[in-house]
């Protein structure tokens, strides 16, 4: 009988030939022809779409008003946008920080009529307090500080 010859070994020499060969041929086209992308910052703008996305829904709120009214033992706060209409349906919550205390309470302001918010204080509500206003709809958010004597 007679013995075959044996053609695995050429065919793995052929075929890590043909991968160096490919490797360097990749290298030489990548090392003299220039980028082939007709939007440099593609790559970036990829990366920040959802912020961008962002960033349009929170330009609506540069141009909300908040003005703030105490009524009686009830804080009212009117949100309107730039034409001077009332904001609806946004969630607003307050967060108040008093000074002997290391925890800040917060509550969620009700809205009453278009673009009124309230919130109904209790009677240990008195003194200095700090508080955060946070309004929010649709991803575009409004935050002010206040510092209230009551």
Known sequence: ??????????????????????LIWSALQAAHSGPQVTDA???SKGLRYTSTILEKK????????????????????YLEDKDGQPV???????????????????????????????LHMTD???????ARIEFERDGARLNRQLLLSL
């Open 58 to 77: 929170a330009a609506e709120v540069l141009g909300w008003n908040l003005s703030t009214r105490v009524e009686g033992r009830t804080l009212a706060f």
């Open 88 to 118: 609806r349906s946004a969630k607003g919550i307050i967060s108040m920080y008093r000074p002997e205390s290391e925890t800040s309470l917060k509550f969620a302001l009700q809205e009453d009529e278009a673009g009124r918010y309230l």
């Open 41 to 43: 910052d593609y790559y």
């Open 124 to 130: 240990s509500m008195d003194g200095e307090i700090t």
């Open 1 to 22: 009988m007679s013995k075959g010859k044996n053609h695995y070994p050429l065919f793995i020499l052929l075929l890590i030939g043909s991968f160096i060969s490919f």
